[in-house]
């Protein structure tokens, strides 16, 4: 069974730091995301990584993907208040599993 | 991409009642699915639904309790049935996309449900 653990839970970063978010999962996967979920809110697609080396940026936001070690990794850079939300990381094999979320807050 | 809509966006409901939820697509999709996000959690996948067959539930979810249709490939309902405390949750549509030449999976705005 596909199992997807994703650390930290909880991140309280300053601004203009620098931070990384990390997302293990247990067999291969067809393809992995990252979401951004705010308060009360739906999800938001962040990135779809599909391939080994694959490395997506937006902004202060960058993803890659390690198939062969199974791990996915979302870097923070400079922090703003404005990234302040819950990050998921979710893996698809036969269907889609989510990391448990990580709740990032940046502090001034 | 796909723009996907929910309704109702929120209920308060008494246990032992039913509630349906719809959920409607503005492109046809093959795959749709529901999930469950109880508060501070994660998403956790109740069902898919493919239109022209049964849905497909994961461990733990079962169809009495939460029966869902496919009647065409825009749209889908879950319903949950015999209503306990413990269902207040979000739950959640989704779909998967392939327009932009790859999948991408793309999340209703959610029903918030309360149960009393």
């Known amino acids: 069974e596909l199992k997807v653990e994703q650390n930290p839970l909880f991140l309280s970063m300053q601004e203009e730091k620098n931070y990384t978010i990390y997302c293990n999962y247990s067999t291969t996967s067809d393809r992995l995301y990252w979401y951004r979920q705010d308060p009360g809110k739906s999800l938001e697609s962040l990135f779809v990584?599909?391939?080994?080396?694959a490395v997506k940026q937006e902004g202060r936001l960058m993803a890659s993907l390690d198939t062969k070690a199974r791990l996915s990794t979302l870097h923070i850079t400079a922090a703003v208040h404005d990234l302040s939300a819950t990050y998921f990381c979710a893996v698809v094999r036969d269907d889609m599993r989510f990391g448990a979320g990580t709740r990032l807050t940046v502090k001034p | 991409s796909a723009v996907i809509s929910q309704k109702p966006s929120r209920d308060i409901c008494q246990r032992g009642t039913s509630l349906t939820i719809q959920c409607q697509v503005d492109s046809q999709v093959t795959m749709m699915f529901w999930y469950r996000q109880q508060p501070g959690q994660s998403l956790t996948l109740i069902a898919t639904?493919?239109?022209?067959?049964?849905?497909?539930?994961e461990s733990g979810f079962v169809i009495d309790k939460f029966p869902i249709s496919r009647p065409n490939l825009t749209f889908s309902t879950l319903t949950v049935s015999n209503m306990s405390p413990e269902d207040s949750s979000i739950y959640l549509c989704s779909v998967e996309d392939y327009t932009s030449g790859f999948y991408e999976q793309y999340f209703g705005p959610g029903t918030r449900l309360t149960v009393t």
């Open positions: 990584l599909l391939s080994n080396g």
């Open positions: 639904a493919n239109q022209g067959s049964e849905a497909t539930y």
